[in-house]
Structure formats: structure tokens, C-alpha cells
């Protein structure tokens, strides 16, 4: 997908801005930071947890085997990934090891806090229509309530800026579900949604970027 075309703004995380960040200690670890990615007229902000293995290695947002899937079921729901945006709450790989791999290891909540203030420039910059949280984890950064995905599904969520947010579970769910039939059953859900947050985006009347700020949790 394009950049976003904010890289001209200091307080923008592009590469440069997240490679220097010390926010937390994610970095001393990381090969990199990931910003996001996509349009700077995006209607739609696909928010997940942290980048992978393959996005640290990369330096690209969802670009392994759940950003893969994600990306197929973006078009599956009549979603341009062209003209969405993707990114993560959290811009820098958090890890374990065992053996020779790297295994994905949750960030501590006060990682999250340290990078929500490039999540919310992200937003405020953007000024989408429908911000969609993939995970439970990107649902509480997106929000600020902690809420399971299962409760978000079934609410009306809408962030203090007036931004509908749609969630759904991240599409490593669907990879990780134990049976044919659960990971169908995630997949559909998924698409489910993300065709919800499609309807929404079309719906919904843009407002002045100026009315969308928030200041950072």
C-alpha cells in the first residue's frame, strides 16, 4: 500500500521517528520499528496488536500468514486495501525465544501506554470513519475500556472523538482455532465484520480532521 504522505510531520511515527523511539524498551530487542501503512485518505484504520516475526524482520505492517489472511479477507468484505490504512498499537516486535525462533509475546500494558500517543496521531491525523480493532488488545488501546471482543461485537462502540470502531478478532485467531469448523467459524466472523466497517465507512459523513483530535491516553 502507499505511505501515508505525513512524513514531512515530526510528530508522525514514520520509520524514522519509531527506529529512534525509546518510549520503552521494546526497542532494544526489535530489528526495527513498523509503522503503518496506507492511504492518508483512509475511511477505514485496521488497528492490531504488535507486529510479527516477518513485520520486525520486513519492517512492514501485517505481512506474515495473519496479515496475509487479513489482507484476503479485506476483499473478501469490499475493502481496498489501497485506500485503507493498517497499523498496530504497539510498533515494535515483542518477543521470546525458543530454540531458534521468536515467539510473540504479549507487551506489558505499560508498552501499550508508551506508544498509544503514535496510535493517537495516527487517528487524529487520519481522521477516519471506522477504526477496526483486531484483538482484544487493540480493542482496549482503540477505546480505553477494557472489553472483550465477544462484548464489542454485540455494542455500539464509538471512541470520545466520535469515531465508530468495529471489533473483531485478530486473524491470527483464525489460524491458531483448534478444528476446521472453529477456524470457519472465526473466518466468517471476521469477514462479517470487516464488511460492517465497510458499510459504516460509506455511510458516515467525514468532520474537519480539527474535530477528530484526542489527546493521548
Known sequence: ??????DD?????????????????LWEHATQG?????????????VGEQPGDEEDMLGRPFVGPAGKLLRTLMKEAGIDAATAYITNAVKH???EPRGKRRLHKTPAQREFDACQVWLETEIATL????????GAKALVAVTGRRITIAAGRE??????????????????AILRAPDHDRRAELREIVRADLETAARLAKKSVPRPVSDRRVAAR
Open 34 to 46: 513498523v509503522p503503518g501503512e496506507g492511504a492518508r485518505t483512509a475511511s477505514i484504520v485496521l
Open 127 to 134: 481522521a477516519p470513519h471506522v477504526i477496526v480493532a483486531l
Open 1 to 6: 500500500m502507499a505511505g501515508s504522505g505525513t
Open 93 to 95: 516486535f515483542k518477543w
Open 9 to 25: 510531520d515530526p510528530s508522525w511515527p514514520d520509520k524514522r521517528q519509531l527506529d529512534n523511539c525509546r518510549r520503552c524498551p
Open 155 to 172: 455494542s455500539t462502540l464509538v471512541r470520545e472523538d466520535g469515531t465508530r470502531v468495529v471489533a473483531t478478532f485478530h486473524p491470527s
